[in-house]
C-alpha cells in the first residue's frame, strides 16, 4: 500500500512536470504561429532545462536557495491533491481547503529568494505577484465555496465523481456563473497575459526571476510549469468533469489550455493596478452572483 | 542542424543544450541593434533556432555586441559579461567592435574589443544583415561542437591581464576582481618596466 502511494506520488510529480513543461513549449509554439512565425520545437523548454543545469549558477545567500525549494515543494504538493485522471495521491485529506492553502506557497517561496537577491526588479516583480494573488484568491474562495455548497463536500475527489454521475459542473444551471468567474480570473492564476505583468520582461528585466541564472532558473521554470498545470487542473477537475482516465484528462487540460494560449498570443498585459481593480470588479461580482444563486437553490 | 539526433544528447547534454538554447543578450547601443527586432520578430525568426531574447546578464548566454562600443558603455558590458553564468559566448556585431570601423579615430570610442573581453566571433559588414546574425549562430554551433568557443576559458586564464586592459581604459574599477589577480606577477612586471 505504501509503496503504492510512492509510486502514485512519483508518478503524478514527473508527469506533471513534463505536462507543465510540454504545455509552455506547446505556447511558445502557438504564439509564433499565430504571430506568422516558425517558431522553435516544442522540445524548447526541455532543452533549455538541459542548458540550465548545465551552467554555474550564482547564489545570493542561503535564503535565496532555500525559498525556491520551498516554493517548488508547494507547488509539488498542490499537485499532490489534484486529482490526475482517476489518480489522486492525497485524496483521504483536507481537499480543496488545502488546496487553497497551499497555492499560497509558491508565491510565498519566491518572495524569499527573490526578495534575498536585493535587486529592486525583483521586489517590484514579488510584490506585484503578491497583489496579483490578493487580486484572485478573492474570487477563487468564493467560486470554491459555492461548488463546496452545492456539492455538499470539501473533496475535489468527490466533486470529479459526482460530475462524472451528473455531468460538467459548468452545463449545470446554478454553476455557471461561477464558472464564469473561473474562466476570467483563470490567465491571472497562471501568470499569463493579460495579467502578465509580473515578469514583465520589457519594464522590469523578468521580474523575480531576475537574479536567477543557471539552475536557479530552471528550478524557477519548473515552479512556472507546474502553475500552469495547477491553474488548467483545477479548472478540469472542478468544472469540466475531471476525466475518467488519465488520457481523456489530459485532452481536457490541453483543449483548455489552447483556448487561453490564443487570448495569451494576442493580448497586451494590463498595469497592475488595473489587473487588480479588473480582478475584484468583474470576477468577484461574477463569483458573488453565482454563491449567491447556489445559496438559494440548494437551500 | 543535429538538434533532433538522441544519440548526441545522451553523449555531451551539456554541449547539445547551450547550442540549441542560446539566449542572448545585447544592448541597445550601436546603430547595429536596429538589425535585431527584425532579427527576433517575424520576419526572421531567431527562436527557431533556439535564440531568444532575454532581460538581465543572469539568464543569457550569448552576448551580441551591437555596434560600437564607447568607453561609457565598455564598463557596462565588462559588469554585464562577469555576470553572465558559464560557459558564455561573446559576438561582435558589424566592424566597429573588430578595429574601430568609421569610429577609428574617435577619442571616446575603443577601437578593439577583444582587449576587454574575449570576443569568440565576430561578424563583419556595416551594416551586417539579419541573415549575418545567423551565419554567426550556426557558425557559433560548430565552435562549441568542436570545443572551441573558449573565449569564457581565456577570460579566466588571462584575468590579469584582460584586468589591466580595462584600468587602463576606465581608470580604476569600482567593482572587486572576478578572478584572483596575479600580485606577484603584477610586481615582477612593474620592476621589469622599471
Known sequence: MVIVLVL???????????????????SRKMTARI???????????F??????????????GKLFDAGMIFSLTGSVVVVLFLPFGGICPLRGSGGLLVI???????????????????NPYASIGVSRKLQLA???????????????????TVSIVDIVEAQIQSGWSLVQLPLVVSGLAYLLIMPAIM????????????????????????????????????????????????????????????????LAFMVFQVIHAVWPRFRIEQ?????WRWPALLAFIGLIIVWVTTS | MDRNNIGKWFKSPGNMGQKYSLHALYFCTGCGIIEIPPTITTRWDAERFGV?????????????????????????????????PEPKYTVGFGSCPINGGMYWDSYNTIKHLDKYIPVDGWIAGCMPRPEAVFVAVTHLWTLIDKGMATGYLKYREHYTKYRRNQEKVLGKLEWPPLFSIEEENEKSREKVAV
Open chain 2, 52 to 84: 531568444i531574447p532575454v532581460a538581465t546578464p543572469r539568464q543569457a548566454n550569448l552576448f551580441l555586441i551591437t555596434g560600437y562600443v564607447s568607453v561609457k558603455t565598455l564598463r557596462y558590458i565588462i559588469r554585464s559579461y562577469e555576470q553572465m
Open chain 1, 191 to 254: 501568470g499569463i497575459r493579460p495579467f502578465e505583468m509580473i515578469q514583465a520582461p520589457q519594464e522590469i528585466s523578468s521580474g523575480p526571476m531576475a537574479e536567477y541564472g543557471g539552475k536557479f532558473l530552471a528550478f524557477a521554470t519548473l515552479q512556472h510549469a507546474l502553475n500552469i498545470y495547477i491553474g488548467l487542473s483545477l479548472f478540469v477537475n472542478l468544472f469540466l468533469g475531471g476525466g475518467s482516465n488519465a488520457g481523456y484528462f489530459l485532452i481536457k487540460l490541453l
Open chain 1, 47 to 60: 532543452i533549455d532545462i538541459v542548458k540550465w543545469f548545465s551552467q554555474t549558477a550564482v547564489s545570493h
Open chain 1, 100 to 118: 487553497l492553502y497551499l497555492m499560497l506557497i509558491a508565491p510565498l517561496g519566491i518572495a524569499l529568494s527573490a526578495g534575498e537577491a536585493a
Open chain 1, 35 to 45: 504571430h506568422w512565425r516558425y517558431g522553435p520545437p516544442l522540445s524548447q523548454p
Open chain 1, 134 to 152: 490578493f487580486g484572485y484568491e478573492l474570487s477563487l474562495l468564493m467560486i470554491l465555496l459555492s461548488l463546496m455548497t452545492y456539492y455538499r
Open chain 1, 8 to 26: 502514485q506520488i512519483l508518478f503524478v510529480t514527473l508527469l506533471s512536470c513534463l505536462v507543465g513543461l510540454f504545455l509552455i513549449g506547446l
Open chain 1, 275 to 279: 489587473a487588480v481593480r479588473c480582478l
